[in-house]
T-cell receptor, first 114, second 111 residues
Framework: NAGVMQNPRHLVRRRGQEARLRCSPMKGHSHVYWYRQLPEEGLKFMVYLQKENIIDESGMPKERFSAEFPKEGPSILRIQQVVRGDSAAYFC????????????FGPGTRLTVL | TQLLEQSPQFLSIQEGENLTVYCNSSSVFSSLQWYRQEPGEGPVLLVTVVTGGEVKKLKRLTFQFGDARKDSSLHITAAQPGDTGLYLCAGPSSNDYKLSFGAGTTVTVRA
C-alpha cells in the first residue's frame, strides 16, 4: 500500500512566483489535511478538505493561499506571489474518515523562497 | 487554540541511557498522539493514548497519559542511535480533526 505521496519534495521559488504543492492521499482516503512547519516550530493546521469541498480553512492565510481537492487527481496547495516568510515544510495528511480518525502524513514539500 | 508545550526542547544522551520527554497543556484533550519525525521526512505516528492514566508500551518506549488528560510523557529505556529524531506530541482540537502539535523535542543518541 502506497502511503501519502507529496511532490515535489523540494521546491525553490523566487519572491513573487507561484508555488504549487501536490498531495495524493492514501488509497481509500477521502479526507486531506495540510499543515505547515516553520523552523523550530510545531506543525500548524492550515486546511481540511474532502473531495471537491473545503471543510475548514481557518488556519490558512486569507491572501495568496488556496487549496483544492478535485474529484479526480491530487489535492493542490497553491501559494501565489511567494514571500520569504513562506519558506517552510508543508505536510499533507490523509484519513479514511474525518473527526478523530488517525491522520497519516506524507514526507512533506520543503519550500525555499529566495 | 489548545496549546501543547514540550520539554526539553533538545536532549542529547549516550547510547544505553534512559530519557523522558514531556508534553503539557492547561487544556483537557480527548486523546494525545506521539509522532517521531526524522530529518526530511513526515511525522510517523507512534501511539495514541485515550484514557486518563493509560500506559502504553512499544518495545523500549513507554507512553503515559496523565490522569487529568492534560499531559503525557514518553520514556525511552536504553536508548539507541536509531531513536534519534524529533518527537512530537499532538492532540485534537474541539473540532477533532484539527491536530494541535507541540514544538517537539529533538533527541540525539550518541553511539
Amino acid at each position: 500500500n502506497a502511503g501519502v505521496m507529496q511532490n515535489p519534495r523540494h521546491l525553490v521559488r523566487r519572491r513573487g512566483q507561484e508555488a504549487r504543492l501536490r498531495c495524493s492521499p492514501m488509497k481509500g482516503h477521502s479526507h486531506v489535511y495540510w499543515y505547515r512547519q516553520l523552523p523550530e516550530e510545531g506543525l500548524k493546521f492550515m486546511v481540511y478538505l474532502q473531495k471537491e469541498n473545503i471543510i475548514d480553512e481557518s488556519g490558512m492565510p486569507k491572501e495568496r493561499f488556496s487549496a483544492e481537492f478535485p474529484k479526480e487527481g491530487p489535492s493542490i496547495l497553491r501559494i501565489q506571489q511567494v514571500v520569504r516568510g513562506d519558506s517552510a515544510a508543508y505536510f499533507c495528511a490523509s484519513s479514511p474518515q474525518g473527526d478523530t480518525d488517525t491522520q497519516y502524513f506524507g514526507p512533506g514539500t520543503r519550500l525555499t523562497v529566495l | 487554540t489548545q496549546l501543547l508545550e514540550q520539554s526539553p526542547q533538545f536532549l542529547s544522551i549516550q547510547e544505553g541511557e534512559n530519557l523522558t520527554v514531556y508534553c503539557n497543556s492547561s487544556s483537557v484533550f480527548s486523546s494525545l498522539q506521539w509522532y517521531r519525525q526524522e530529518p526530511g521526512e513526515g511525522p510517523v505516528l507512534l501511539v495514541t493514548v485515550v484514557t486518563g492514566g493509560e500506559v502504553k508500551k512499544l518495545k523500549r518506549l513507554t507512553f503515559q497519559f496523565g490522569d487529568a488528560r492534560k499531559d503525557s510523557s514518553l520514556h525511552i529505556t536504553a536508548a539507541q542511535p536509531g531513536d534519534t529524531g524529533l518527537y512530537l506530541c499532538a492532540g485534537p482540537s474541539s473540532n477533532d480533526y484539527k491536530l494541535s502539535f507541540g514544538a517537539g523535542t529533538t533527541v540525539t543518541v550518541r553511539a
